[in-house]
């Protein structure tokens, strides 16, 4: 195996040629997944599927401390339930998956594979809320879903992918929409403090909101080529559900009253996300956070001092091991500088180097992903300062990503430059609109925008002409093409 | 909200009266699930859930430490895929669910919902498999599974199932029978340390092995009914399917050789088993690993000491929760009476009463769920001496299920004795077998009872008659009636 050092990387498409065939490039050069014999299936490997335990551990945790558990509902759900909520079912229906055989028989009624779970588990709600004493019901579900996709894309959009997926129900309006909002502010702490990505939380309008809910909120961000992404979206679906599947309760007046509901989820999709917003030429840029492997020893070695370099590493691994995430490359055959861009290109956040010199004085090299710079710790201080380099890496990848999305944000006053911005270099743009389903309609297909939030604080309260029609008003929402 | 403790108690069938409607009342009633409107699934609601929970995270420790990593691989698996291994597909043919359209077309080819993924997963190993530096390959998926059964049975047999599959790729056929042997011990301590049930490893037979697999191990439970139970397996896959796969490897000495496999799985028929070992007329007892709650404090609440009692209480939580998963149950409108009837039907190890006269005292009154044993223990000592008594249960589940075992496994060296011990009272039967695949058949259409396992560590050496021909023979092996 003697592989060129800069072979390894003119494998990977550079961002400016192809921002597409970059991100292709590198999660199936860097083994996060690998396409699958099935349409628009994809395998999740070791690498990539560390990743999602390390944000399933850390988002599970917070969805429990707000007072969630978990359970498992039925993969399949019967036709006939997915067909009770009209809107619903006419957002999902075209994109089903469909049972039709079980056991070599032909079924009666076909069976969903679920796009979401809503009707199933409405389903089952039906028979657990009886009482104001069974409310409000806190249920969150990690499983996968299927979603017949014509177009996809490893992560972002995959005819099967992995989410969790919350259904709550609630006594009052006012709880639900207070939940609605609690696990959107759940979702964007838990992406920008974990993930290191800033999201605009904010309103779906009319158009873009989830099949049968009443309002969808959301968290948006910004990738480094310029589009937004959907990262988790929270629903108040009113009594949609609870009214089509019967979820009733004996309230504390001996009223029958139909309850309120939620649901909310985000999906591997954010991988995605942590690919675009923090990766460079040079591969995969991981927040400390969520890195399966936040430092990787490389040992370099020379003929004389092999064992003693091999010692002195994995003593280093023994005493880093308990508070980092900690790997030793210890493979035979490979170069350290093969090495050093395979870690790279896998984005681990630090790489410690320790050769025959930094043995003689005692020192490891360590080597920051984010900024490519250097330094030399004394070897008995790391385990203490690790930690430190680690957190301040989490904090400048979120600094560098917000720092880019103020850049590529844009207030945009009339309708040319907003066509001009969108040829030119995207982003995010801010502009008023008139609240008419007509011109956001008509902006998307004119300019494959479309209106990803009404944001939660808009920053200006006057009011200014609709980017279409020039109505005032003053409703600022922003605009961006989007995953 | 007034119950009548004896009628919450009744709810339950006697284990003696009906042990499979025990079984069903009790999973019912204690919201380990409930029925879901599609033919054999069922939904787990949360209490039954948190126990999985609590199961993966002891055995995914395990599963990592031996080396595995885990990953995710498609819920769909292309027909023609399924039936490369003639084995396999003739196995598991008959009781697949089949996905015929998608997105409102046709598919070309039908997708069968994953009953095990050993062809799906073989089909990547053949791409990521090229060199002897990529062996071995040690992953692990957690995941659904469907198989459509014709009956069914929550927890030990539904149509959808989650589980854990391992699959691994090694160089010699030496390798993949080691690893085969060590998963077998890993599910061995994992169910007799965490769940506190006594396991039987041994091979299985020609004819009950795994469709596909060159041998079958398995560890066998005993129930409390006096059925066997088949709680985890672990397969030499031989060259099975590297063969029809094409998984091959280019070795040290430049030869491309076919590698081979193994592969290892148990479910959450665990959770069934728990309940068939353990539990008693008064409902589930749960070992202190897996329970979700392990201790549950429970107010006794006068009128005058009202405050001073929850205060106590509420304090003896947080006194407790750093090392106990702790829950008070400060519910208005229950008596006490009928909060500990509920907390022992769902099995929690400990119950602690808290008094006025407990709290003029200093003491805390401790209940065990698995003797029914009442000790007064100071406040103070409390967080020390409870972990030490969740230890002592824990312990003696196990000694427990072991001795019922003991006492319910009989050496049998003839047929009619062995008629009528299953007749009688079941339990696991030590017998000779000739080791002809046809006696087996004849015993297994004649009484109902199986061959579990040709244990590893036979205890008795010397030669016996077979069982049902009489031939001369030195393979001691169980017998069972099954789940």
């Not at 108040?236 to 139909?258: A, E, P």
């Not at 896998?346 to 050769?355: A, D, I, M, Q, Y």
């Not at 430190?388 to 990503?401: G, M, P, T, W």
């Given at each position: 195996m003697s592989l060129n050092e800069k072979e390894f990387v003119k494998e990977v498409t550079p961002r400016a040629v192809d921002f597409s065939q970059w991100y292709i490039d590198l999660v199936l050069k860097t083994e996060l997944m690998d396409y699958a014999p099935i349409k628009g299936c994809m395998a999740i490997r070791p690498y990539g599927y560390a990743i999602w335990e390390n944000m399933q551990q850390l988002l599970d945790k917070r969805i429990k401390a707000t007072g969630h558990q978990n359970a498992y509902f039925p993969l399949f759900i019967p036709q006939s339930l997915l067909q009770k909520e009209a809107e619903h079912v006419e957002g999902f229906a075209p994109e089903v998956a469909l049972v039709t055989h079980g056991g070599d028989e032909k079924l009666n009624e076909p069976l969903v594979v679920?796009?979401?779970s809503e009707a199933i588990i409405c389903s089952m709600y039906a028979k657990w809320v009886q009482s104001w004493r069974d409310l409000p019901l806190l249920i969150n579900q990690w499983c996968n879903v299927v979603r017949w996709e014509k177009t996809t894309r490893p992560?972002?959009?995959?005819?099967e992918f992995l989410w969790q997926e919350g259904h709550t129900v609630h006594a009052t309006e006012e709880e639900a929409e207070e939940e609605t909002l609690k696990m959107l502010g759940v979702y964007k702490d838990f992406v920008e403090t974990e993930l290191a990505v800033p999201v605009i939380s904010g309103l779906k309008t009319e158009r873009e909101k989830f099949a049968g809910a009443l309002k969808t909120y959301t968290i948006e961000a910004l990738m480094a080529d310029g589009k937004a992404l959907q990262a988790g979206t929270s629903h108040n679906l009113g009594q949609h559900f609870s009214r089509v599947f019967g979820i009733q309760y004996l309230d504390t007046d001996k009223q029958l009253k139909y309850a309120w509901q939620t649901s909310w989820g985000v999906s591997t999709r954010l991988i995605g996300a942590v690919i675009m917003v923090h990766g460079d030429d040079r591969g995969l840029k991981l927040p400390p956070q969520i890195a399966p492997v936040q430092a990787v020893i490389v040992p370099i070695i020379t003929k004389k001092k092999r064992e003693e370099v091999f010692e002195k590493c994995r003593e280093l691994k023994t005493k880093l091991a308990p508070k980092t995430r900690v790997q030793l490359d210890d493979r035979e055959g490979y170069s350290a500088g093969w090495k050093f861009n395979e870690w790279e290109m896998k984005g681990v956040p630090l790489r410690l180097e320790v050769g025959p010199r930094d043995l003689e004085r005692g020192v490891v090299t360590v080597v920051r992903r984010d900024t490519g710079e250097k330094s030399t710790i004394p070897a008995g201080e790391l385990p203490q300062r690790l930690p430190h380099i680690l957190k301040e890496i989490q904090d400048n990848l979120f600094r560098q990503a917000l720092a880019f999305r103020e850049e590529n944000t844009h207030f945009v006053q009339n309708y040319a430059e907003f066509q001009e911005i969108l040829q030119e270099k995207m982003g995010l743009i801010k502009a008023f609109w008139c609240g008419d389903a007509a011109c956001e309609e008509k902006i998307k297909d004119e300019t494959k925008a479309t209106i990803r939030c009404i944001p939660?604080?808009?920053?200006?309260k006057e009011k200014g002409a609709c980017l279409f029609c020039g109505k005032e008003n003053n409703r600022m929402v922003y605009f961006a093409r989007a995953y």
């Amino acid at each position: 195996m003697s592989l060129n050092e800069k072979e390894f990387v003119k494998e990977v498409t550079p961002r400016a040629v192809d921002f597409s065939q970059w991100y292709i490039d590198l999660v199936l050069k860097t083994e996060l997944m690998d396409y699958a014999p099935i349409k628009g299936c994809m395998a999740i490997r070791p690498y990539g599927y560390a990743i999602w335990e390390n944000m399933q551990q850390l988002l599970d945790k917070r969805i429990k401390a707000t007072g969630h558990q978990n359970a498992y509902f039925p993969l399949f759900i019967p036709q006939s339930l997915l067909q009770k909520e009209a809107e619903h079912v006419e957002g999902f229906a075209p994109e089903v998956a469909l049972v039709t055989h079980g056991g070599d028989e032909k079924l009666n009624e076909p069976l969903v594979v679920r796009p979401t779970s809503e009707a199933i588990i409405c389903s089952m709600y039906a028979k657990w809320v009886q009482s104001w004493r069974d409310l409000p019901l806190l249920i969150n579900q990690w499983c996968n879903v299927v979603r017949w996709e014509k177009t996809t894309r490893p992560f972002l959009r995959t005819s099967e992918f992995l989410w969790q997926e919350g259904h709550t129900v609630h006594a009052t309006e006012e709880e639900a929409e207070e939940e609605t909002l609690k696990m959107l502010g759940v979702y964007k702490d838990f992406v920008e403090t974990e993930l290191a990505v800033p999201v605009i939380s904010g309103l779906k309008t009319e158009r873009e909101k989830f099949a049968g809910a009443l309002k969808t909120y959301t968290i948006e961000a910004l990738m480094a080529d310029g589009k937004a992404l959907q990262a988790g979206t929270s629903h108040n679906l009113g009594q949609h559900f609870s009214r089509v599947f019967g979820i009733q309760y004996l309230d504390t007046d001996k009223q029958l009253k139909y309850a309120w509901q939620t649901s909310w989820g985000v999906s591997t999709r954010l991988i995605g996300a942590v690919i675009m917003v923090h990766g460079d030429d040079r591969g995969l840029k991981l927040p400390p956070q969520i890195a399966p492997v936040q430092a990787v020893i490389v040992p370099i070695i020379t003929k004389k001092k092999r064992e003693e370099v091999f010692e002195k590493c994995r003593e280093l691994k023994t005493k880093l091991a308990p508070k980092t995430r900690v790997q030793l490359d210890d493979r035979e055959g490979y170069s350290a500088g093969w090495k050093f861009n395979e870690w790279e290109m896998k984005g681990v956040p630090l790489r410690l180097e320790v050769g025959p010199r930094d043995l003689e004085r005692g020192v490891v090299t360590v080597v920051r992903r984010d900024t490519g710079e250097k330094s030399t710790i004394p070897a008995g201080e790391l385990p203490q300062r690790l930690p430190h380099i680690l957190k301040e890496i989490q904090d400048n990848l979120f600094r560098q990503a917000l720092a880019f999305r103020e850049e590529n944000t844009h207030f945009v006053q009339n309708y040319a430059e907003f066509q001009e911005i969108l040829q030119e270099k995207m982003g995010l743009i801010k502009a008023f609109w008139c609240g008419d389903a007509a011109c956001e309609e008509k902006i998307k297909d004119e300019t494959k925008a479309t209106i990803r939030c009404i944001p939660l604080e808009p920053e200006q309260k006057e009011k200014g002409a609709c980017l279409f029609c020039g109505k005032e008003n003053n409703r600022m929402v922003y605009f961006a093409r989007a995953y």
